[in-house]
């Protein structure tokens, strides 16, 4: 019976100490060290720059094809009077006046904003505003009507940061109309202020 109390009482020990000599293992976070948050810092530079080149390379790949798109837009044309070789381009949008006005339309307004915004992507792009009219008046009335439109127009371009010296004007009055026939819708076509290009 001794004995049998020893034995319990021994395994009671063995078992307390295997207990005590196994502690629970404390897990401790480990914050980020000093040289980790510099390789982090140094890794976003890197992505930062990688991204800015990318956005270059667009923007590059980007002016060329606008380039190419202008190129191609150019029409040459050979005008009475003016020396060497002229041109005309779709993206120079013309505008159109009410009868026996010269004030810019608020629609025109918007058209003009697109050309200035042309003109600004095409820096050495320089131009020439034609006024026209209507048959209607006089030819000396309607080519100082033509020469006012054309200068309403330069003026509202150089309102919108183009240099008066990109832009010049010149009027043909009733000379050059769209539409010969006399109604008002070809009257309506023919009071208006039309681009060209003098060099690219």
Excluded at 22 to 50: D, I, M, Q
Aim: proline fraction near 3%.
């Amino acid at each position: 019976m001794v004995r049998k109390s020893i034995g319990v009482l021994i395994l009671i020990l063995c078992f307390g100490l295997i207990l005590s000599g196994c502690p629970k293992k404390t897990v401790v976070k480990e914050e980020p060290s000093l040289k980790k948050a510099e390789e982090l810092v140094s890794e976003r530079e890197r992505v930062a720059k990688e991204a800015r080149e990318r956005e270059l390379v667009k923007m590059k790949e980007e002016e060329a094809r606008k380039a190419r798109e202008f190129e191609k837009s150019l029409v040459a044309k050979k005008e009475p009077g003016i020396e060497g070789e002229i041109y005309e381009s779709k993206l120079l949008k013309d505008i159109r006046f009410d009868y026996d006005k010269y004030d810019i339309r608020s629609g025109d307004a918007e058209v003009l904003k697109e050309n200035a915004a042309v003109l600004k992507k095409y820096p050495t792009v320089k131009i020439q505003v034609e006024g026209h009219c209507d048959e209607r008046g006089t030819n000396e009335y309607n080519l100082a009507l033509g020469e006012r439109r054309s200068n309403s127009t330069k003026k509202y371009l150089i309102s919108l940061g183009i240099s008066p010296d990109r832009v010049s004007t010149i009027s043909y009055g009733e000379e050059k109309p769209l539409e010969s026939i006399s109604n008002e819708e070809a009257w309506a076509k023919n009071r208006r202020a039309h681009n060209i290009i003098l060099s690219k």
